[in-house]
């Protein structure tokens, strides 16, 4: 059986999961969270970014027959993105910062 997609369809399907996806990360990341870390992680995750991570998990969920806006599967993908948007964060700290 073919599954394949045209560059349509795929634009199509990503628009709407990375619709859903920002506004899973949107509601996940509180801006009430104390001395102004609920700010710095919302500027740090909900800055913009192609979500292709997050993308690959919920292609991955479709694929294997889950739901892709079952709960576990938009947990697991905004899981991914906070997980390498930390990453980038934690890389850029200058005592970790290995770009001397």
Request: net charge negative; with cysteine.
């Amino acid at each position: 059986m073919n599954h394949s997609l045209t560059p349509a369809e795929l634009d199509q399907w990503s628009n709407r999961w990375l619709a859903v996806v920002e506004d899973a990360l949107s509601n996940w990341i509180s801006p009430q969270a104390p001395a102004g870390l609920g700010e710095a992680m919302r500027y740090a995750v909900l800055d913009g970014g192609k979500r292709l991570r997050p993308l690959l998990v919920l292609a991955t969920a479709e694929a294997v027959g889950d739901a892709p806006q079952s709960v576990a599967a938009l947990n697991a993908a905004c899981a991914m993105e906070l997980i390498h948007a930390y990453s980038l964060v934690h890389d850029d700290m200058p005592c970790m910062d290995n770009d001397v």
